[in-house]
T-cell receptor, first 113, second 114 residues
Framework: NAGVTQTPKFQVLKTGQSMTLQCAQD?????MSWYRQDPGMGLRLIHY???????DQGEVPNGYNVSRSTTEDFPLRLLSAAPSQTSVYFC????????????FGPGTRLTVL | GENVEQHPSTLSVQEGDSAVIKCTYS??????FPWYKQELGKGPQLIID?????GEKKDQRIAVTLNKTAKHFSLHITETQPEDSAVYFC?????????????FGTGTLLAVQP
């Protein structure tokens, strides 16, 4: 199993540009989520999904969109990037629930100029 | 809102010594408390977790204790080794109305000096 994979590893955007961060898992997990990690702030939940076709907002959803068309994939879209979205983004998955073991991907480091 | 406080933010110990990281949480309904280790350039990895029906759990050199009355839990690492050097995050599962989520602490950078 590859586990949770994320692409790209690094990305630089200009303010106003859009992009999609990819996340995929091959463990047949129902629950997937996106976090952002900022210095001194731990990890904060952006969006999550409890299964294909179902998504919901986390703590900091503004400026981000998600969709879950398959069990395996959970892309995160930035429609109009802002410098405040400079961060490291982690995708995670777990079997069914938040309280199952969360498996994190390697992260995407995003810089918005 | 719900929050998790984690202390200390940095911790330096000599190889072989013990390390203790402490967290407090605000949501009294929280019932799941995982600890994650994050090495440089990698995603967090679960190292141990505890649920509210137990007070202590051990796994080799790592142990976690939970005090639900005081709403705090701690990570204990004994006989530390240089490979234990990493950032450690605690988290608490919070029933926050419409969103059930893990609330993470701000992390502790542990440095084990050889």
């Amino acid at each position: 199993n590859a586990g949770v994979t994320q692409t790209p590893k690094f990305q630089v955007l200009k303010t106003g540009q859009s992009m999609t961060l990819q996340c995929a898992q091959d463990m047949n997990h129902e629950y997937m989520s996106w976090y952002r990690q900022d210095p001194g702030m731990g990890l904060r939940l952006i969006h999550y999904s409890v299964g294909a076709g179902i998504t919901d907002q986390g703590e900091v959803p503004n400026g981000y969109n998600v969709s879950r068309s398959t069990t395996e994939d959970f892309p995160l879209r930035l429609l109009s990037a802002a410098p405040s979205q400079t961060s490291v983004y982690f995708c995670a998955s777990s079997d069914r629930w938040t309280t199952d073991t969360q498996y994190f991907g390697p992260g995407t480091r995003l810089t918005v100029l | 809102g719900e929050n998790v406080e984690q202390h200390p933010s940095t911790l330096s110990v000599q190889e072989g010594d013990s390390a203790v990281i402490k967290c407090t949480y605000s949501d009294s309904a929280s019932n799941y408390f995982p600890w994650y280790k994050q090495e440089l350039g990698k995603g967090p990895q679960l190292i141990i977790d505890i649920r509210s029906n137990v007070g202590e759990k051990k796994d080799q050199r790592i142990a976690v204790t939970l005090n639900k009355t005081a709403k705090h839990f701690s990570l204990h690492i004994t006989e530390t080794q240089p490979e234990d050097s990493a950032v450690y995050f605690c988290a608490a599962f919070s029933y926050g109305g419409a969103t059930n989520k893990l609330i993470f602490g701000t992390g502790t950078l542990l440095a084990v000096q050889p």
